[in-house]
């Protein structure tokens, strides 16, 4: 591990701390039986950017640590989510490629975008290093390369495809230390008028929410449309529109492309830049009162936890995931609270916690359960419809944020 010396947007050196969440194991880092209590942990703490207003962690871990054995599908996901990426890709073809064309989609993860883009009869491939999802991508029938995306990569591409009429990256602007070879790869890559489209995380949720659960060291970066727009004028390219989504709570698409390709900037670009001034996105002391919240939220949690096993009271915890991990190990909370999880993931099952080392099983009937801790709380709604017998036999969910409370 080492630590960042300048911001990963801007190169600035004019930065401060602002959260710390302790010591803790990589989210991602399900453990097999026999490497309980032997994972690694280190400090994981949140700085803000005062030239470029950017959100990122401190610390800086290996990348093919996280990424060379990755237990996350995609499309294992909420209804909501599969849903989601059939539109995006509806919405790709309907507005950027009505003629049909090429689209490289970066960090494609099992195929969930790749594969109804490849059914509405676009030329795709996937880019992925995560040796394990790669192969059952390909199991689907998609032309995906083992690696990570940036300019060497692009070039490689480039020797046996055409330039690509749009660029998709989802859920890895966030993910990765050198955002500025992801960017030449994609100015590589990307044809004179093409069209570079990705989604992350919105800060302005994670802010507004108190969703500190989507810190974790996987998670490099925390963005606003204010912090992208610098970013990607350094590299000679506009955004020139924005959705704001409530997917996986709270999300932002960017779509981006040359400044001299012929597209024009929308008004939703202006409302949000100026939603985020208004509301102090740029300012230090707006991160300070984040922190301040989320030691509250804590207490809140714990309270509410510990008055639950008083009562000897038998809960689990439902959607095993990285926000999850963040959850347990900045509460420390453990088996002497929680009895085991439950995941849909099967990447997960018979994998441990790590840090907290909660036993992770199969889905199954909540029988004997009084409270299941919705630690998957972002996709409540979806949990909640598909544990109707759970809730009409007078079980309770504990859904964690903004502020803790019970469902039904």
Same mark, same amino acid.
């Given at each position: 591990?080492?630590?960042? *010396? $300048? ?9 401060e ?6 010591t803790?194991?990589l ?5 097999? %039986?026999?490497?309980v209590g032997?994972?690694d ?14 959100? *990122?962690?401190v610390?800086?871990?290996p990348r093919?640590?996280?990424?060379r054995?990755?237990r ?22 309907e ?38 999802v790669?192969?059952?991508t390909?199991d689907?029938?998609?032309?995906v ?12 591409i480039l !020797? ?5 009429d749009v ?5 890895v /602007?966030a993910h #990765?230390?050198?955002l500025?070879?992801?960017?030449l790869?994609v ?11 990705? %989604? ?16 974790? $060291?996987?998670?490099?970066?925390y ?7 610098? /970013?990607?004028?350094?590299y ?9 989504l409530?997917i ?6 960017i779509?981006?492309s040359?400044?001299? +390709?012929n597209?024009?900037?929308?008004k ?19 991160f300070?009162n984040? +922190?301040?919240?989320?030691?509250? $939220?804590?207490s ?7 008055d639950l096993k008083? *009562? %000897? ?14 959850m347990?190990?900045?509460?420390? #909370? ?12 099967? !990447?997960?099952?018979?994998?441990f916690?790590p840090?907290?080392?909660i036993?992770?099983k199969?889905?199954?009937p ?13 996709? +409540?709604?979806?949990i909640? !419809?598909?544990? $109707?017998?759970f ?7 504990i ?10």
């Amino acid at each position: 591990m080492t630590k960042i *010396q $300048h911001c990963r947007l801007c190169n600035s050196d004019n930065f401060e701390i602002f959260l710390k969440l302790g010591t803790m194991p990589l989210a991602g880092n399900f453990l097999k %039986e026999e490497d309980v209590g032997k994972e690694d942990s280190y400090p994981l703490d949140v700085c803000f950017c005062k030239n470029c207003a950017s959100v *990122q962690v401190v610390e800086m871990i290996p990348r093919d640590t996280f990424f060379r054995d990755y237990r996350y599908l995609s499309s294992v996901a909420a209804k909501s989510v599969l849903e989601h990426f059939q539109t995006y890709a509806s919405e790709i073809k309907e507005r950027f490629l009505p003629d049909n064309g090429f689209v490289v989609e970066v960090a494609c993860n099992d195929g969930i975008l790749l594969e109804p883009l490849k059914n509405l009869g676009l030329n795709v491939l996937g880019v992925d290093p995560a040796k394990n999802v790669v192969k059952i991508t390909k199991d689907k029938g998609l032309d995906v390369i083992d690696d990570y995306f940036g300019f060497n990569l692009s070039e490689k591409i480039l !020797e046996k495809y055409e330039k690509a009429d749009v660029i998709v990256g989802n859920a890895v /602007f966030a993910h #990765v230390d050198n955002l500025d070879d992801i960017l030449l790869g994609v100015k590589n890559l990307l044809k004179e008028n093409g069209v570079f489209i990705f %989604e992350v995380n919105y800060l302005g949720d994670m802010i507004d929410e108190l969703q500190y659960d989507v810190i974790y $060291h996987e998670h490099t970066m925390y963005h606003s449309v204010l912090a992208l727009k610098k /970013f990607l004028e350094r590299y000679g390219m506009k955004i020139f529109d924005v959705k704001h989504l409530d997917i996986r709570g709270g999300t932002i698409r960017i779509y981006s492309s040359f400044n001299n +390709a012929n597209f024009d900037i929308s008004k939703n670009v202006e409302y949000l830049i100026n939603s985020e001034l208004k509301k102090g996105y740029d300012k230090l002391e707006t991160f300070k009162n984040f +922190a301040k919240k989320c030691e509250e $939220h804590k207490s809140q949690m714990l309270n509410l936890l510990c008055d639950l096993k008083k *009562q %000897e009271k038998t809960i689990i915890g439902y959607g095993m995931s990285g926000r999850g991990n963040t959850m347990l190990n900045y509460w420390k #909370v453990g088996i002497d609270i929680l009895d085991f999880g439950v995941d849909a993931s099967p !990447e997960r099952y018979g994998r441990f916690v790590p840090g907290m080392h909660i036993p992770i099983k199969s889905p199954r009937p909540l029988i004997d359960v009084d409270y299941v801790l919705l630690l998957a709380w972002i996709f +409540a709604d979806d949990i909640i !419809e598909k544990e $109707h017998e759970f809730v009409k036999n007078g079980g309770k969910f504990i859904i964690p944020f903004p502020t803790p409370h019970f469902s039904p």
